[in-house]
């Protein structure tokens, strides 16, 4: 159980076009999402929370307008990066708690992520 | 800002021998989890251990943590080539809602 999907888990676009990612959850309703930005090499960074039916919560030093968040059902979750550009290419990973149990004890399930290149 | 770090940055042993991570943190936490990653895919959850736990085991893996130096350990046993991946330590504040995640470490298993 607790399956998250994301796709695409490849996109190539060119500079200042727009890209969205999808994060769903399969068989557990997920109130709350997370995106992580992760470089090569090196840890996932924390951008936004995503709450359903509610504005994401971003972290400090992300744009909220380059980083569009959409959390309209209890199973999907969508980033958009608008007029993309070479700096934004990097690895994208959702994830979200099982809301059945205790969020502050439950692990993250996590999709297996959305490679962006910028070109 | 990413709150656990980790040593060491990267491990490299023969199969069979064991592996051990370490990880430290800064505040205070709820929960402290341990999380494997593969080459380019997302992450998945080995162990969580509470605040108020001081070891917990899961097959080949042993957790610890030490509130008192804000540490964790996670040793892997009679590793595997399979094993190879990177592991990162990721930290629930007292609030318990957002988890931040440390360096990781790159562990390599040669047959």
């Known amino acids: 159980g607790a399956v998250v999907s994301q796709h695409p888990s490849r996109v190539i676009c060119k500079s200042g076009t727009s890209v969205k990612i999808e994060c769903r959850s399969l068989?557990?309703?997920?109130?709350?999402m997370f995106w992580y930005r992760q470089f090569p090499k090196q840890s996932l960074m924390l951008m936004a929370t995503?709450?359903?039916?509610?504005?994401?919560?971003?972290e400090q030093g992300v744009e909220k307008d380059k980083f569009l968040i959409n959390h309209a059902s209890l199973t999907l979750s969508t980033l958009t990066v608008t007029s993309a550009h070479p700096e934004d290419s990097s690895f994208y990973i959702c994830?979200?708690?099982?809301?059945?149990?205790?969020?502050?004890?439950?692990?993250?399930?996590f999709g297996n992520g959305t490679r962006l290149t910028v070109t | 800002s990413q709150q656990g770090e980790e040593d060491p940055q990267a491990l490299s042993i023969q199969e069979g021998e064991n592996a051990t991570m370490n990880c430290s943190y800064k505040?205070?936490?709820?929960?402290l989890q341990w999380y494997r990653q593969n080459s380019g895919r997302g992450l998945v959850h080995l162990i969580l251990?509470?605040?108020?736990?001081r070891e917990k085991h899961s097959g080949r893996l042993r957790v610890t943590l030490d509130t008192s130096k804000k540490s964790s350990s996670l040793l892997i046993t009679a590793s595997r080539a399979a094993d190879t991946a990177s592991y990162f330590c990721?930290?629930?504040?007292?609030?318990?809602?957002?988890?931040?995640f440390g360096a990781g470490t790159r562990l390599f298993v040669k047959a």
């Open positions: 994830s979200a708690r099982d809301g059945t149990g205790p969020l502050n004890n439950s692990p993250l399930h």
């Open positions: 068989d557990f309703q997920a109130t709350t």
């Open positions: 505040t205070s936490i709820n929960n």
């Open positions: 990721a930290t629930a504040n007292t609030g318990g809602f957002k988890t931040i």
């Open positions: 995503s709450n359903e039916g509610s504005k994401a919560t971003y």
């Open positions: 251990i509470r605040s108020n736990e």
